[in-house]
């Protein structure tokens, strides 16, 4: 939901002398991590895949008609939803690189909070009044608009929180952004921390949201509240975390270094993972998996990003940078808000227009539905938006010198 841009490296001119920079702020800038990164889109593009897959997919295989072999036959996708874990991870690393580039810089709150306002509240309002004409024309349609959560929390992105307490993702129209709260509600916490703690400081903060996210997890369970170990930001604060600590990783010259020179060790690391998720493709929903299961899924997410970013290989390339998941990526948060809500839509127009057994085709219309939308959301709205807010709120240091640009 981020664009994979890496402008870093200091301001034009004569260089900031390194012993005279602030304590804790970040004095190596990873060259590696200057300019457009294309496999960040394409690793975001696998993100929205998975997702689609499981809502259009694996999450409807009864309503398809998809039983015995051929149900079997997408078992290996079970873990398919996982893609907001995908997420998760690549939005602590992103925006953790922001604001550690931009640490020190004078307008850095302000640049930050109105580039994020840019990118994200234009699309995500325009949907959410949508869904109020939908109440207002539709409500006979319980499962498309309803009110099984209160309306409020949206328009201050809390619906996660209501998620929890009201044991329902609402209306289907809006199901998907309890994801965006969580994102939301990191966008707003990590920038004090970030501009407050040191280097140590902000190492101890994100391992300890990684230490301590399994345990609330595990307090949620046993009080029967199993939408909290999904939906709540302390429950998914390892993911953010892990993404983070990377972050800041990538951004020290000696443990880049140790990268670099382990990553066969991060290969054995990234496969070791990923065996290990065999048990929860198997038990797709049991306490294991919602205690350190997302836990794992965060480092296994985490080991594919390292991989990727570090020295990637011909396969690595060749997967993504393939311009199909490249372009995914880049409109994603387009279809990531748009894709429950058209298929809710077009499921509820064309049911019982077409035979049963073929209501696969209503997916198949709805997500190229979703994909020409998402197309004109980001040349007209979204792409024009980021242009301006680039534009026009910059990280400046002194009124004297140029802007520091970093990834928003």
């Given at each position: ?61 009864t ?23 995908l997420?998760?991870?690549?939005s ?16 850095y ?12 509240f ?11 004409v ?11 608009f ?10 201050l ?24 709260a ?34 609330v ?18 429950c ?8 983070v600590?990377l ?18 060790e ?5 496969v070791?993972l ?5 048990v ?7 306490r ?6 997302y836990?794992?899924l ?8 390292l ?14 940078r ?17 894709h ?45 938006l ?23």
């Open positions: 939901m981020l664009r994979s841009r890496m402008e870093t490296g200091w301001p034009a001119g004569p260089q900031k002398n390194v012993d005279s920079m602030p304590e804790g702020s970040c004095v190596w800038r990873n060259p590696h991590l200057r300019g457009r990164i294309p496999e960040l889109d394409g690793i975001r593009g696998l993100a929205i895949l998975l997702v689609l897959v499981w809502h259009y997919v694996c999450g409807s295989k309503h398809y008609g998809i039983q015995g072999r051929l149900s079997d036959v997408l078992v290996p996708l079970n873990l398919s939803w996982s893609g907001v874990d997420f998760f991870v690549l602590g690393f992103l925006i953790g690189g922001i604001l550690l580039d931009a640490k020190h810089v004078d307008s709150y302000g640049t930050f909070y109105l580039r994020r306002l840019h990118r994200i234009p699309l995500y309002f325009i949907w959410l009044g949508l869904f109020l939908g109440l207002y024309l539709w409500n006979q349609d319980a499962a498309l309803n009110h099984d959560l209160p309306v409020w929390p949206y328009f992105f809390l619906q996660n929180v209501f998620v929890v307490s009201n044991f329902t993702f609402g209306a289907g129209w809006m199901l998907v952004t309890w994801s965006l969580v994102e939301e509600q990191f966008y707003i916490l990590l920038p004090f921390a970030i501009r407050k703690l040191s280097s140590k400081g902000i190492v101890r903060l994100a391992v300890g949201a990684i230490l301590f996210a399994p345990v997890r595990f307090v949620f369970v046993m009080l029967g509240k199993n939408y909290g170990p999904y939906t709540l930001l302390p998914r604060a390892d993911a953010l975390g892990v993404g600590l972050a800041l990783g990538c951004r020290n010259q000696e443990i880049w270094a140790w990268f670099v020179s382990h990553r066969k991060i290969y054995i690391t990234f070791a990923g065996l290990g998720l065999v929860f493709i198997v038990h797709p929903r049991d294991l998996l919602n205690t350190v299961g836990s794992w965060a480092m296994f997410y985490t080991s594919l990003l991989l990727v970013l570090v020295n990637p290989g011909r396969m690595e390339r060749l997967v993504f393939n311009l199909v998941l490249v372009r995914l990526g880049t409109i994603a948060y387009a279809v990531y808000i748009f429950q809500g058209i298929n809710g839509l077009l499921q509820y127009a064309l049911q019982g227009t077409i035979p049963t057994g073929w209501t696969w085709c209503i997916s198949v219309l709805s997500l190229a539905t979703v994909l020409i939308l998402a197309e004109v959301s980001w040349r007209v709205l979204e792409s024009p980021i242009r301006r807010a680039h534009s026009k709120y910059q990280y400046v240091t002194e009124a004297s010198e140029p802007p520091v640009t970093v990834l928003a």
